[in-house]
RNA sequence: CGGAGCGUAGCUCAGCCUGGUAGAGCGCCAGCUUUGGGAGCUGGAUGUCGGAGGUUCGAAUCCUCUCGCUCCGACCA
């Protein structure tokens, strides 16, 4: 393993109090918690698996289950900022729920007997029955009933970024198909049917949003909606080589962009429907005969489920006894519906996307540092200084650093760097540094540039 | 949950069939040389051979049990 233990001093020459630094992750790789392997661990079959064990990112606990290091951390979290900035714009509200449940209320949801031993259940010292939630809609309806009182608190959509746990059988493709995953679940409550389905349009459009943010391009596909019927479920799929199962769709949804400029509160079923008029399906619900129809324009590809939006009623509320008083007095029983992003399958999905032989190509927007530093020839004066000089000012302008002052041979940074993904690395070598140059690369692309450390500077602080 | 396989150094693996007391490459540590795509030489550290029991003078190796992990299939954010 290459590493060195961090010190908690890392960034004891900053000012403790009243920063100026703008947030921004800024580290010196040196002092980065980051075990890279060079050959690949026999645990992993695929691809983003291997990338993520290889760059240092996980480590596995136990099957299903894994450590998140610094670089796999920062990664989750950027993903998870980009959620939860659109969940915020939809009109969501972020809450967090308990991680160990009381299996009361999945007593009265009935749910407690029919989830199975994909439920990991707990009993605490008191014998009484726990679990760990693998899912949230009898708590969230918990906290609904309890103090929700009126029509007038609709529309309501609440939701969290969590951890849950699902004793699956057979755990695999490291964490894109783990136990235990951060997962992003929403739950809306509304007075009727078609400010529900208003409800769903809204986080349908979000995640469109979403998933565009990360660099994904992501077919929402029409999934089985249970009892309740309708156009009112949809899972989203990430195309990529490597995915799970095989999909089909019309190739116009391809070049889609996601919607800009969205106002929320106006009604947004013609994007809706711009989006699902389009045939698209995955393996299980594919329809031979209107994928002839399309000829040239049906794209076959494979896919990785990353989201699942659904309607589902009253189904919980009903069952829970979750009412409100309605406009006219009466009690009234919200029409619910859930929605969920896997978080840390994301992570996988991304890299599944996204790679190339030498590692993982990280979209700027999660990527976990937006610029590297390569100091070739640590040591040489000229070179520490014009590192550290653009290592601070990067620092200063808020800008995602990762600075490579490792005392390594050229080829060792170049290959941990394109390895863990930095999408832009500034090479910084003393026959560069004689002429006042230096080399930009763009991970993904094999060009180079050289341009000045004042070009340099400004192409990634200015506006 | 059915079927298959694997646990030996931080990683990849050899040794097991045919029992004789622990190996290689990479990584790690020290030194010298090197220095623009995972360097070279020299020296060094590292293992309860997953665990328990058994057979044997002797077990990484054979037997039994057990734990963990992986793969294929059925199931899922």
Not at 155 to 161: A, E, G, M
Not at 417 to 431: A, E, S, T
Not at 439 to 456: F, N, P, Q, V
Request: with cysteine; proline share 5%; aromatic share 8%.
């Amino acid at each position: 393993m290459r590493y060195r233990c961090a010190s908690p001093n890392v960034r004891h020459h900053l000012p403790l109090l009243s920063t100026p630094l703008k947030d921004c992750s800024f580290m010196r790789l040196s002092r980065l918690f980051l075990p890279t392997l060079k050959e690949n661990p026999a645990e992993a079959v695929i691809v983003s698996h291997r990338l993520m064990l290889r760059a240092g990112m996980i480590r596995q606990h136990a099957a299903g289950i894994y450590n998140w290091l610094p670089l796999g951390t920062r990664v989750l979290q950027n993903i998870a900022k980009i959620v939860r900035e659109e969940q915020n714009f939809a009109g969501a509200q972020e809450i967090i729920m308990p991680t160990v449940q009381s299996g009361e209320l999945w007593k009265e949801s009935g749910r407690y007997d029919d989830y199975g031993p994909e439920m990991l259940r707990i009993k605490d010292r008191h014998e009484r029955d726990m679990l760990y939630g693998p899912t949230h809609e009898e708590v969230v309806t918990d906290i609904f009933r309890n103090n929700a009182k009126s029509y007038r608190n609709l529309p309501l959509n609440l939701y969290q970024i969590h951890w849950k746990f699902r004793d699956e059988v057979r755990p695999r493709f490291g964490v894109m198909r783990g136990r235990e995953f951060l997962m992003k679940d929403a739950y809306s409550f509304d007075v009727d049917f078609e400010r529900s389905k208003h409800s769903y349009n809204q986080m349908f459009v979000a995640y469109l949003r979403t998933f565009a943010r990360m660099g994904l391009k992501a077919i929402p596909m029409r999934a089985d909606s249970g009892p309740i019927g309708g156009d009112m479920s949809h899972e989203f799929i990430v195309l990529a080589e490597t995915g799970e199962s095989a999909v089909f769709c019309h190739k116009g949804l391809l070049e889609k962009p996601a919607p800009e400029n969205v106002d929320y509160q106006s009604n947004l079923q013609a994007i809706i429907d711009d989006w699902t008029s389009l045939y698209a399906a995955t393996e299980e619900k594919h329809d031979a005969a209107m994928e002839a129809k399309l000829g040239a324009d049906l794209v076959k590809a494979r896919g990785i489920e990353v989201g699942h939006i659904f309607h589902f009623g009253t189904k919980y509320s009903a069952a829970m006894k979750a009412q409100i008083a309605g406009p006219d007095g009466q009690p009234l029983t919200p029409l619910m519906g859930s929605y969920g992003i896997g978080v840390s399958r994301l992570v996988g999905a991304i890299i599944e996307a996204s790679h190339d032989d030498a590692g993982i190509i990280w979209p700027e927007g999660v990527a976990p540092f937006r610029v590297g530093i390569i100091n070739l020839k640590v040591g040489d004066a000229a070179c520490d200084a014009a590192c550290t000089d653009l290592y601070a000012k990067f620092t200063k302008a808020g800008v995602d650093v990762l600075y490579d002052d490792r005392d390594e041979r050229a080829g060792v940074k170049f290959a941990d760097n394109d390895l863990i993904g930095v999408p832009w690395q500034i090479v910084i070598g003393p026959k560069g540094i004689a002429k006042g140059v230096v080399e930009l690369k763009r991970r993904g692309s094999t060009e180079k540039e050289e341009i000045s450390l004042d070009a340099a500077l400004n192409k990634f602080t200015a506006k």
